[in-house]
Every structure is written in structure tokens, then in C-alpha cells.
């Protein structure tokens, strides 16, 4: 069964400080990797994509692929209250559909 | 604004009263989803539509059911909805499969009372 793990929360950070987000997938043939926010009671936000290893910076979030490693993370620099949210780890293979994560609830301090 | 649109954001329903979510799109995306959230939980893909091609998840309860009458809109039914199915339904879009680009997109989804 593919299965995709989060690093269990909640997570605090003060504002300013780097939030790091962790994801390991179990199936090696996944090819496509995502990440959502969602605020609570919302709908699930793309936030960032990433499809080969290596970094991928947007603003201040940076997706980090390890697909030897099979872990994927998000980085969110200079966080803010407003980051404050449940991130989901989505991954996707030769099929279309994702396997989630069950989410980390990141919460950041003013 | 191209847009996933879900109606109505809230419904209530009575236990066993079927029920219909609609979803509708401007991304004209030939892929729709339907997921279900319940609090704490990851989605839960029900099943999913490419173009006409239905493709039902095997642990979906046959109490589910979708349509899909043109690219624009699609449809959930809860024949006999039942207190376990209150969660929020989500609707999702994606591009054709063309290779590894496959992101999707959440309209606001619909919260479901069963009382």
C-alpha cells in the first residue's frame, strides 16, 4: 500500500524563524510531489510542486526532493503568522490520483 | 478568474435524505475529483472522472455516486446519507496526464451535516 508520512506535530516557530516540514513516501515509482496549506475549515491550497530532486524555491518556500531518500520537505523562511496552517505532503505516481499525508499543523508565534 | 466552484458550502441534510453536491470549472480540466475530509484527517479520494471515463476508488460506498454531464460540471449523490458521512466534500480539477505535471486544484468545498 502507498502510504505517505509527515513528521507528526503540531509544529511552533516563532515569527521570523524557519519552519521545516518533512515527507517520506513509500512507493518509488511516485514521480510527482506537492505540497498544500490549509487553513482550517478551507479547502486544501497548492502551494508548491516539485518533479525532480534538487530544491525549488517560490518566495519563502523552498521544496526539497530526495528521491533516492524518498523525503520530500518544505522550508518556509521568515515565517509568519499568517503561515499558520496544516500542511499536507501529496504524492503521486503513474496513476493520477495523490496519496496524502495526514498533515502537520505548523502554528507560528508573534 | 478561472476558478473550481463548489455549491452549496454548507448543507444540511437529514439521516437517509439523499443529497447532491454539484462542482463546476473554468480551467476547462478534462480530470475531476471528488475527495472527502473528515476533521484531523487527510482527503479521501472517492473517485475521479477523465473526461467520461469513471474511475471509482474500490473502498467507495456504493451509497456514492457521481455524474459527469459535459467538462464543466460534476456531480455527487449520497442516496442514503448516514451520520458516519458528515465531512467536508471536495472537489478537484487537473490537466490531462501528459507526464509528471499533474497538480490539482480544490474548489472551496462543500461542509455536509447529517442529523
Known amino acids: 500500500q502507498k502510504e505517505v508520512e509527515q513528521n507528526s506535530g503540531p509544529l511552533s516557530v516563532p515569527e521570523g524563524a524557519i519552519a521545516s516540514l518533512n515527507c517520506t513516501y513509500s512507493d518509488r515509482g511516485s514521480q510527482s510531489f506537492f505540497w498544500y496549506r490549509q487553513y482550517s475549515g478551507k479547502s486544501p491550497e497548492l502551494i508548491m510542486s516539485?518533479?525532480?530532486?534538487g530544491d525549488k524555491e517560490d518566495g519563502r518556500f523552498t521544496a526539497q526532493l530526495n528521491k533516492a531518500s524518498q523525503y520530500v520537505s518544505l522550508l518556509i523562511r521568515d515565517s509568519q503568522p499568517s503561515d499558520s496552517a496544516t500542511y499536507l505532503c501529496?504524492?503521486?505516481?503513474?496513476?493520477?490520483?495523490?496519496?496524502f499525508g495526514s498533515g502537520t499543523q505548523l502554528t507560528v508565534l508573534p | 478568474d478561472a476558478m473550481v466552484i463548489q455549491n452549496p458550502r454548507y448543507q444540511v441534510t437529514q439521516f437517509g435524505k439523499p443529497v447532491t453536491l454539484s462542482c463546476s470549472q473554468t480551467l476547462n480540466h478534462n480530470v475531476m475529483y471528488w475527495y472527502q475530509q473528515k476533521s484531523s484527517q487527510a482527503p479521501k479520494l472517492l473517485f475521479h472522472?477523465?473526461?467520461?471515463?469513471?474511475?471509482n476508488e474500490a473502498d467507495t460506498p456504493d451509497n456514492f455516486q457521481s455524474r459527469r454531464p459535459n467538462t464543466s460540471f460534476c456531480f455527487l449523490d449520497i442516496r442514503s446519507p448516514g451520520l458516519g458521512d458528515a465531512a467536508m466534500y471536495l472537489c478537484?480539477?487537473?490537466?490531462?496526464?501528459?507526464?509528471?505535471?499533474?497538480?490539482?486544484?480544490f474548489g472551496p468545498g462543500t461542509r455536509l451535516t447529517v442529523l
Open positions: 501529496a504524492v503521486s505516481g503513474s496513476a493520477r490520483q495523490l496519496t
Open positions: 516539485i518533479y525532480s530532486n
Open positions: 478537484a480539477t487537473s490537466r490531462p496526464f501528459t507526464g509528471t505535471e499533474n497538480e490539482q486544484f
Open positions: 472522472y477523465y473526461d467520461k471515463d469513471f474511475n
